[in-house]
């Protein structure tokens, strides 16, 4: 049985234009990695005990030369983490520099999809060259392969579950895929129902400004309530939870969340 509810508000998968290479900040060299930080974003080197409350913040459709890179901006001001759910087909030469960029501060890079496409109407061999050709060109510029699956629409059925071997990632959302919701809006939403082991899902589309608007406000206070901004791997970590990744149903909203949805 198919399963949906609100995920990306528009199937538009085409890329990020080209020439706007100019936005691409040059810190894709950044001195400290992630290596050198985590040993990996996946196996932190940081042990569980030293974590407390902690959030992690997640990015669907890049990667681009836009907006993503203002997003690194704000991470690395701010010494927080995230998780960015990439569609394969936005992957660039450009746009990649971006996504090794938000790599090397530690921030982890996960799989949307290549297409963006409606998957729970796929067939399992459609779902899994959608899957492997995003996760095959992410390991082609950071050197590892996607760990977690977001699906486009948060649009899921059993055939997705047999047929990809990576945990299902969902979120608390605040509709920032909408223009009409405006900035102080998608503030008050995410502070409204920030918890600990929460996942947020939030658009780093090439022209959602609100959203790189509202970060300036929503990465301070959370930090200011207690939170830690870490990955989704560092999340499951933190909380000594292994995400299930096998043909079971479930979909994470919060690491530690006990039903299947």
Known sequence: MAMMTSGCGSADSSTAAGGETSAVTTAATTATTAAETFGTTQHPEKEASE??????????????????????????????????????DNITEESAQVMKRAYAQGCEINNHSRTHSYMNKMTAEEIKAEISYTSDLVEKYIGEPTRFFRPPYIAVNQTMFDSIDMPFINGKGCNDWEEKVTVQQRIDKVLEMAEDGDIILLHDQPSNYQTVEALETIIPELQKQGFELVTVSELFFAKGITPVSDSTPKIYTNSMQESNW
């Not at 902690?54 to 998780?83: E, W």
């Open 51 to 88: 974590y407390g409350k902690v959030i992690a913040l997640t990015f669907d459709d890049g990667p681009n030369t836009t907006c993503t890179p203002l997003i690194l901006d704000l991470l690395q001001k701010y010494n927080a983490r995230a998780s960015f759910f990439v569609i394969g």
